[in-house]
């Protein structure tokens, strides 16, 4: 009962309750071909048609519509183990152009990517949001591509997903007790200083590195997403869902995007805290911005990465979320709107004990 809004009345029986935390059954369950058989090719026929704000019916076959367009994505931190995993996944299985940002280009995505925004290295939140919007512009630009649908009135113009994958992890500096029984006032105050100065950096660090990307790819989704059911997916932490003791800068950054995932998330329809207000007969303050996109985070536990496998040598890798688990997912939200969670969702994923695939569950 908790689907997405357009797609309640093609799906009944599938019940994905946010409230009692239910587990999403994956993509490959018999659950979900059961939809598949019964449901997508009656959906594939429904368009959001920006000239009337409504969803319309087309009697068109819905592999017209795909072959006539090629989706469009942007991944954000290309470059990384997870920016790599979803641009191969997104390019080779589902023929996708990708775009890809980062600070430096991976020869590894060389032949994934359609092309390549290279972000300004250390770049306030404005130059960064700044490059990122003029790159995805330029890109647009020069892309041959259909840009108008003229029977439904459809933007085919813009992106059709922004993965969010870049980021990093730091510890806080070591808090040093200052003596101040046995310093001198100005020793005192050097040492104040100094301990301040590395605290304040240790949070600046981490909200560059995790917050900023999420921001001015947010602003980029406001501006840049086609009609066409846009996703806009942004990587969390489940370690920020509660305080977070050694790492409190990370914790800050992360608990901010899980933050900007729900506030974006509630500024559509579909969207539980939406439907609510829907239902109590209120409008949305401000209304509705995209009401046909959808927001998501995503939550691993510890990704399974070269670095985190160097860093951490003596844990269980076997439970940690893999990359390509992620990527995969992401396809199927992309490939199949109706299979997404609420807009505003984050999502907590666990790598399975016996160490392939993963368990998606909505966490809030």
Partial sequence: RNLPFRARALVPSLNLDHHNKNQIPPSSSPQWNQISRRSLSSFDRYTYNRNTNKFDHRNTNPNENKAKRQKQALVLGSSGTLGLAVSQHLSQHLNMKVLGADIVKSPANENLLNGFIALPPKAALPELTTALGKGVQDYLNDAEQESYDPETGEDLSGLDCIVVASGGWEG????????????????????????????????????????????????VAQHMVSDHFP?????????????????????????????????????????????????????????????????????????????????????????????????????????????????GSLVKVLGKSSGTGANFMVAA
């Fill in 172 to 219: 806080d500096p070591e808090l040093r007790p200052i003596d101040k029984d046995r310093l001198l006032p100005d020793e005192k105050a050097s040492a104040f200083a100094k301990a301040a100065n590395e605290y304040t950096k240790s949070v600046v660090r981490m909200r560059d590195m995790n917050l900023d990307p999420v921001i001015a790819a947010g602003f």
């Fill in 231 to 343: 996703l806009l997916v942004i990587v969390g932490a489940s370690a920020a869902l509660s305080p977070t003791p050694g790492m409190m800068g990370y914790g800050l950054a992360k608990s901010a995007t899980h933050h900007l995932i729900k506030t974006l998330g509630a500024m559509n329809g579909n969207s539980l805290e939406s439907m609510a207000m829907q239902k109590r007969g209120q409008e949305a303050q401000p209304p509705h911005l995209f009401p046909h996109m959808s927001v998501v985070g995503i939550l691993p536990n510890t990704l399974d990465t070269p670095s985190n496998r160097r860093a951490m040598p003596d844990s269980k890798f076997e439970l940690w979320t893999k990359p390509a688990d992620i990527a995969q997912e992401i396809g199927n939200w992309v490939e199949s709107p109706m299979l997404r969670p609420h807009s």
